[in-house]
């Protein structure tokens, strides 16, 4: 199956600053790559997405950016909060399916 | 409200006992989905479903089984096979066509004794 590399598996920002997370893939079939947010016990939840005919997509303080030529995509945090404080993971779709990496814990330091 | 509904939340059982998860979505999607999910590693698909009476394993699927006899449900069964049943479960479900939003319930959380 599809294999995504997420690094780092740990983050910690000051508040205020900005956190980016990376991720790398092998297929070059790939498509649709999103990214979810995980709080505490509960599920993870859709926060940004980006096809691959779009290199960049911005929502107010979150950003996604793609690579494809170089197999890579990015989720930037700016003016990060400590409700930002969760476990982010990448995922990409092929093959029928969503494969995710193996995620971020990301903590702000007030 | 509309969304996915797991049960339930927590759950105890025995060595050598097989345990259903319930998953049930009044969202009208036809794609219904099983993840694992086990500390540093991620979620890894177990089984997944694109219409009712049809499924597909996962990466993970050995140990587990699944029916889709109705569009709005999806159990998961963890069997006595299953070598390492202890983790976290999230059923998820979504539109098919476009790769689009999985819409994740709030997970059951299997331990076995």
């Known amino acids: 199956g599809e294999n995504v590399e997420q690094h780092p598996s740990t983050l910690s920002v000051q508040e205020g600053d900005s956190a980016v997370i990376k991720c790398t893939y092998s297929?070059?079939?790939?498509?649709?790559f999103p990214w979810y947010k995980q709080e505490l016990g509960k599920g993870p939840q859709l926060i940004i997405d980006i096809r691959s005919n779009v290199g960049e997509k911005k929502d107010q303080r979150i950003a996604v950016t793609l690579n494809k030529t170089a197999k890579h995509f990015s989720l930037h945090i700016t003016e990060t909060q400590p409700e930002d404080s969760a476990v982010y993971f990448c995922?990409?779709?092929?093959?029928?399916?969503?494969?995710f990496g193996t995620g971020t814990r990301l903590t702000i330091i007030p | 409200d509309g969304g996915i509904t797991q049960s339930p939340k927590y759950l105890f059982r025995k060595e050598g006992q097989n345990v259903t998860l319930s998953c049930e979505q009044n969202l009208n999607h036809d794609a219904m989905y099983w993840y694992r999910q086990d500390p540093g590693q991620g979620l890894r698909l177990i089984y997944y479903s694109q219409i009712v009476n049809d499924f597909q394993k996962g990466d993970i699927a050995e140990g587990y089984s699944v029916s889709r006899e109705k569009k709005e449900s999806f159990p998961l069964t963890v069997t006595s096979a299953q070598k390492n049943p202890t983790a976290f479960y999230l059923c998820?479900?979504?539109?098919?066509?476009?790769?689009?939003?999985?819409?994740f319930g709030e997970g059951s959380r299997l331990t076995v004794l």
């Open positions: 998820a479900s979504s539109r098919t066509g476009t790769p689009g939003e999985l819409f």
């Open positions: 995922a990409l779709f092929g093959n029928e399916k969503l494969t």
């Open positions: 297929d070059s079939a790939s498509n649709y």
